[in-house]
């Protein structure tokens, strides 16, 4: 267990890799202004963590494994509102500022940032305010929704998109989802690249990866 240390923004670290949260720690450890008290690997050990080194800050990736992306940020929020929350995640898509916002959290960082960045969101979200990555940063295509902004979550998609999710996430090819819809694999090919885009993710594997994050292989009507 970490030693209680009086001076410092107290750290805790949530990240389901274990080297991830290594290198991070060592990060830190560079800082004065920051003391990491603990890390865990997933939600229920963070809780228990949380509870016992009352830390500032949480730094958490939004995805820790099975579950809703965004329920261990709310579990956190709504058990221990006076602690800050700052997700780095390596996920981007379209909706995910505002979700994890509306959540509690108050920042969002990719993991692909530089240090700097991560310790100017640290130092705001360690004070109470929301961080927003700067306007010159390739991180502003991220920036936290304004209050009233529409964004695009999964709730928007029709059901054809969330029926090509749901194929998606059950790991069916493009040529075996052509065959259940009766359509070309050209067809397959262009309402995939449309459902990516809508979702403002990099990648036909970044498509399938938050197809599978968010539950849709577990959905009962997947053949449907």
Avoid: C
Wanted: net charge neutral; charged share 30%.
């Amino acid at each position: 267990m970490s030693r209680i240390v009086s001076s410092g923004n107290r750290i805790l670290l949530v990240d389901n890799q274990q080297l991830f949260r290594e290198g991070l720690r060592s990060l830190l450890a560079r800082e004065d202004e920051f003391v990491v008290v603990g890390d865990a690997r997933e939600g229920n050990e963070a809780l228990e963590l949380i509870a016992a080194q009352q830390p500032d800050v949480v730094i958490t990736e939004l995805h820790l494994g099975a579950g809703s992306s965004v329920q261990h940020l709310e579990e956190i929020h709504e058990r221990f509102p006076k602690v800050a929350i700052l997700v780095l995640t390596e996920f981007r898509a379209r909706d995910v500022a505002a979700r994890v916002r509306s959540a509690g959290a108050l920042g969002y960082l990719l993991k692909e940032q530089s240090v700097s960045e991560l310790l100017a969101a640290l130092r705001e979200v360690a004070s109470g305010r929301y961080f927003r990555p700067d306007s010159r940063a390739p991180a502003s295509r991220f920036v936290v929704l304004e209050e009233g902004a529409r964004a695009i979550g999964v709730a928007d998609l029709t059901e054809r998109q969330r029926q090509l999710l749901r194929w998606l996430a059950l790991g069916y090819r493009a040529r075996e989802i052509a065959q259940l819809w009766g359509v070309s694999v050209k067809a397959v090919y262009r309402q995939r690249e449309r459902l990516r885009e809508t979702l403002q993710l990099d990648s036909t594997a970044a498509l399938t990866r938050f197809a599978a994050r968010e539950g849709f292989a577990e959905e009962s009507d997947a053949s449907g």
